[in-house]
């Protein structure tokens, strides 16, 4: 079974960035694709971005231009930076790795913009 440990999490003021950080049990390259999600309280799980095998990337419209999702293969290990972080990001931010229709998820991370 894929393993995922996120890390990087934190509180920080509005305006601050964090770097997520999610480590894979295995080589990225099995899986079709990877990313991070997110979960408010009493709101449902959301998109925030994906990196496919091939490179493509995807993001929610609201973080493009302020976040980024890259990737270091030879560390098996998925990036998402967050700059000029806002109240309304504030979550649970979880990693996921897709083989076919099967995900497997990591525990989460928690992410606060407050003052």
């Known amino acids: 079974q894929v393993q995922l440990v996120e890390s990087g999490g934190g509180l920080v003021q509005p305006g601050g960035s964090l770097r997520l950080s999610c480590a894979a049990s295995?080589?990225?390259?099995?899986?079709?694709?990877m990313g991070w999600y997110r979960q408010a309280p009493g709101k449902q799980r959301e998109l925030v971005a994906t990196i496919n095998v091939g490179g493509r990337i995807n993001y929610e419209d609201s973080v493009k231009g302020r976040f980024t999702i890259s990737r270091d293969n030879a560390m098996n290990t998925v990036f998402l930076q967050m700059n000029n972080l806002t109240p309304n990001n504030t979550a649970v931010y979880c990693c996921?790795?897709?083989?076919?229709?099967?995900?497997?998820w990591g525990r989460g991370t928690q992410v606060a913009a407050s003052p």
């Open positions: 996921t790795a897709r083989i076919m229709a099967r995900n497997s």
């Open positions: 295995e080589n990225i390259f099995n899986f079709n694709d």
